[in-house]
């Protein structure tokens, strides 16, 4: 059974700092694009990062480039996302999820397993 477990959301200020984590189990991790989405709100899950298998490529949204960084630590079977100058429009639920693909997805249908996601929560 494969399981995704997301940690450190949190409560920031903005500009402030968070990295998040998703700890994978049941799946051979290296195989799996890993990606991380949000979601506020009334609104769309959104793609913010993702990562090929052995961490050659990571893609970001344009919300995200500059201040966010994937990464993945195939030996410890988790994928991080390192968030800094964060903005009160950065709140939302964020999820991991990970995608048997051979290069980076963007579209939540292209995933197949999804954690149950981490709130953050950025403060003027």
């Known amino acids: 059974q494969v399981q995704l477990f997301e940690s450190g959301g949190g409560l920031v200020q903005a500009g402030g700092s968070l990295r998040l984590s998703c700890a994978a189990s049941?799946?051979?991790?290296?195989?799996?694009?890993m990606g991380w989405f949000r979601q506020a709100p009334g609104e769309e899950r959104e793609f913010v990062a993702a990562?090929?298998?052995?961490?050659?490529?990571?893609v970001n949204a344009d919300s995200a480039k500059g201040r966010f960084t994937i990464s993945r630590d195939n030996a410890k079977n988790t994928v991080y996302l390192q968030m800094n100058s964060l903005k009160p429009v950065d709140t939302a639920v964020y999820y991991c999820?990970?995608?048997?693909?051979?290069?980076?997805?963007?579209?939540?249908?292209?995933?197949?397993?999804w954690g149950q996601g981490t709130q953050v929560t950025v403060s003027s």
């Open positions: 049941g799946l051979t991790f290296n195989s799996y694009i």
């Open positions: 999820a990970a995608a048997l693909k051979r290069d980076v997805v963007t579209v939540p249908g292209e995933y197949d397993y």
């Open positions: 990562i090929t298998g052995f961490g050659v490529r990571a």
